[in-house]
């Protein structure tokens, strides 16, 4: 290890002592879940929005909640609903007719953490208006536009069992999101942790224990992690791997219709910086790919109806090129 990398990883061990303390009131409040819950961090210090997915009652919105609790940073959320309006995101021009002029009266989105509750409820227009604070971190509101405050997060839930009365995300938003989240039922023990907990008198919160000013030191050392050129070919062959199967893959051909967008490249090679910074590492394992791999994915292919007719789907395809693709 050069003196530079163990520079740097000695600046993760010391930096990112604040993890495991964010994660200790998070588990105060949510039982289990450590895989949403590192995630979410990861998307936090990566840069990238959150898209989760699972039943109701899986503690997708707690988790969200709580980890606003933890930070002193602005929190809004937003119930999408089909009768939705682009102003309730964004914000509008309000008449004033005391002086004939308009106000601006800017919308929840201006916020550091935005929960999108079910966003798929929402119609083609709103998601669209939020599209534009999602990927330029900006809003127009008449014919002016307004910078969204630093750092901006979007965690957005979703239920995929539930159709009726939902509008599915087009894939130009769906591809802004960093990660996709797919979060599963918790053990019995948990389940019997979680009701035992929540019957309390008063259910346990979580304590502010981190600041902005923390989460943008730590987001400049996420930056700074170094990426082997190995590890950087690796994250290469895995995303042209969706594009254009050859070798070994060549099966996948015919179940892959469109494959991950160079955005995907970029996010996987963010989101594994982030998630070695939370092992308190300054340096990127090809583990730590495959470890997040999925999660930048699954969102990202779009599969064919033979896959589809064979059953197959984005975790399945996902899982073989991770097989087959050779690790550095």
């Known amino acids: 290890m050069s003196s530079d990398i163990r520079a740097i990883n000695e600046k993760v061990k010391q930096e990112s002592l604040f993890v495991e303390e964010v994660l200790a009131e998070l588990n105060r409040v949510v039982v289990g879940q450590r895989y949403l819950l590192e995630r979410m961090l990861v998307g936090l210090l990566g840069h990238g929005h959150i898209l989760l997915e699972g039943v109701p009652g899986l503690a997708k919105t707690l988790s969200v909640r709580t980890l606003a609790s933890t930070i002193e940073a602005q929190f809004q959320r937003i119930q999408f609903t089909p009768d939705l309006l682009p102003a309730d995101v964004v914000g509008t021009l309000i008449y004033m007719p005391k002086d004939g002029q308009f106000t601006v009266r800017k919308g929840p989105v201006f916020t ?15 998601q669209s ?8 971190r900006q809003v127009t509101i008449g014919d002016a536009t307004y910078p969204l405050p630093d750092p901006f997060l979007v965690l957005a839930t979703q239920n995929p069992i539930e159709q009726e009365g939902t509008f599915p995300l087009p894939e130009a938003q769906v591809d802004r999101f960093m990660l996709k989240l797919k979060v599963t039922y918790p053990s019995r023990d948990e389940e019997r942790t979680v009701m035992e907990r929540m019957s309390l008198p008063e259910p346990p919160s979580a304590r502010k224990v981190i600041t902005l000013a923390r989460i943008a030191q730590a987001r400049r050392i996420v930056d700074e992690i170094y990426v082997d050129e190995k590890v950087k070919n690796y994250i290469l062959d895995i995303v042209t791997a969706t594009r254009s199967p ?3 893959l060549e099966r996948l051909k015919n179940l892959i219709r469109f494959g991950a967008s160079p955005r995907a490249t970029l996010a996987l090679h963010k989101a594994a910086q982030g998630f070695a910074f939370l092992r ?5 394992t090809p583990e730590d790919v495959k470890n997040i791999g999925p999660d930048v994915l699954r969102h990202r292919i779009i599969l064919t109806y033979e896959a589809e007719a064979e059953e197959k789907t984005t975790d399945d395809v996902i899982q073989d090129i ?3 693709v050779d690790v550095p």
């Open 246 to 248: 050859q070798g070994r």
């Open 129 to 136: 208006a939020l599209l534009e604070a999602m990927q330029e």
């Open 280 to 284: 308190g590492r300054g340096y990127v």
């Open 112 to 126: 550091n953490l935005l929960l999108a509750d079910e966003i798929n409820r929402a119609p083609a227009k709103v």
């Open 322 to 324: 991770f097989n087959e």
